[in-house]
């Protein structure tokens, strides 16, 4: 039996005779401090489909951040033409400097099969929903409680104070957000956080949609 063209985005069965799948866009979100980029970087490290979507933003480098691999960093004349011209599959305010997802790196990855992971606010998760809902799934990550978050952002030590206290502040404006999310996770353990992201990710690879070789593959199974 063949699929049809329209389905095949996720190529052929390869060699190992797994089912061709579409990827899938991960996105997680949560308050500055939840323990996200730990998350992002645990399952980045363990996962060889999954990639990171390197967001465009206006804000100034960190020390320790390199252009092209934390972000691009971008003026806002540059960011406003990119908006212009579609670049982006979302884009948004945060913390007072714009950030948004590049659209052609995202569509290259699913085309191809593989997973892409956007660590984004809620802004842009609800924008990124509404382009390609089907494509989507999201997971929105909780700190265990405020007066951790505050240990966590404080211990991190990247930002002066006032700029902690500000995204304290931002915490309670993002935190009520995580309705919008297909699953919640409480990150009490970085380790047991990351494996229920993990398993997230594992089980939707599985959704019956995504395998678009499934046909193919059954087809062959029956003879
Ligand atoms: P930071 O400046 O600390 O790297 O990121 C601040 C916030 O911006 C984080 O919550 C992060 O998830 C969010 N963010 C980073 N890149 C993007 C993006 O491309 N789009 C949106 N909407 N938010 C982003």
């Known amino acids: 039996m063949q699929v049809e063209d329209d389905d095949k985005q996720g190529g052929e069965d390869d060699e190992s005779g797994a089912v061709a799948r579409r990827g899938l866009v991960?996105?997680?979100?949560?308050?500055?401090g939840a323990g996200k980029t730990t998350i992002a970087r645990g399952?980045?490290?363990s996962e060889p489909d999954l990639s990171l979507s390197v967001s465009c933003t206006t804000r100034p480098k960190r020390a320790g951040e390199v252009d092209g691999r934390d972000y691009h960093f971008v003026d806002r004349d540059r960011f406003?033409?990119?908006?212009e011209a579609d670049a982006f599959l979302?884009?948004?305010a945060v913390h007072d400097h714009r950030y948004a997802t590049p659209r052609a790196p995202v569509e290259r990855i699913l085309d191809a099969g593989q997973d892409v992971l956007l660590d984004i606010d809620w802004q842009g998760a609800v924008q990124v929903r509404e382009a390609i809902a089907q494509d989507v799934v999201s997971?929105?990550?909780?700190p265990p409680s405020l007066a951790e978050l505050e240990r966590r952002l404080f211990s991190r030590a990247a930002d002066a104070e006032t700029v902690i206290r500000r995204r304290l502040k931002n915490a309670l404006q993002e935190i009520p957000h995580w309705e919008d999310y297909d699953y919640v996770v409480v990150n009490r353990v970085a380790e047991a956080a990351l494996a229920e992201v993990r398993s997230i990710l594992h089980a939707e690879r599985l959704r019956r949609r995504r395998q678009v070789g499934l046909p193919d593959f059954v087809g062959k199974l029956l003879g």
């Open 43 to 45: 399952l980045l490290a």
């Open 26 to 32: 991960l996105v997680i979100s949560s308050p500055s």
């Open 80 to 83: 406003a033409e990119m908006v």
């Open 139 to 142: 997971v929105f990550v909780l």
């Open 90 to 92: 979302e884009h948004a």
